[in-house]
Nanobody, 119 residues
Framework: QVQLVESGGGLVQAGGSLRLSCAAS????????MGWYRQAPGKQRELVAS???????NYVDSVKGRFTISRDNAKNTAYLQMNSLKPEDTAVYYC?????????????WGQGTQVTVSS
């Protein structure tokens, strides 16, 4: 099983920046998109951003122009650069990626990293 480990979360003031990293313990399916999700207390998990192998990105409207997703296929790692952070960005951030097990594509999730933005 491939495990994903997120890092880079923390406490930051509104207007500040954080860079999240998501590192895989093994080979992931680079042909599949990688994604960053977040879940705030009392809310459903939502897709924040995704990126294909070729670098095509997709963002939820609320983060467009402020967040940038990227990936390093050679390192099996994805990143989320978050600028101009707002209190409403406070959430646990998760990444996901696909890997192959017994010729079956499976989705792996990380354990999450807390991002707290103070006003």
């Amino acid at each position: 099983q491939v495990q994903l480990v997120e890092s880079g979360g923390g406490l930051v003031q509104a207007g500040g920046s954080l860079r999240l990293s998501c590192a895989a313990s093994g080979s992931i399916l680079s042909s599949n998109p990688m994604g960053w999700y977040r879940q705030a207390p009392g809310k459903q998990r939502e897709l924040v951003a995704s990126i294909t192998k070729g670098g095509i990105t997709n963002y939820v409207d609320s983060v467009k122009g402020r967040f940038t997703i990227s990936r390093d296929n050679a390192k099996n790692t994805a990143y989320l650069q978050m600028n101009s952070l707002k209190p409403e960005d406070t959430a646990v951030y998760y990444c996901n990626a696909y890997y192959i097990s017994a010729n079956v594509p499976l989705l792996s999730w990380g354990q999450g990293t807390q991002v707290t933005v103070s006003s």
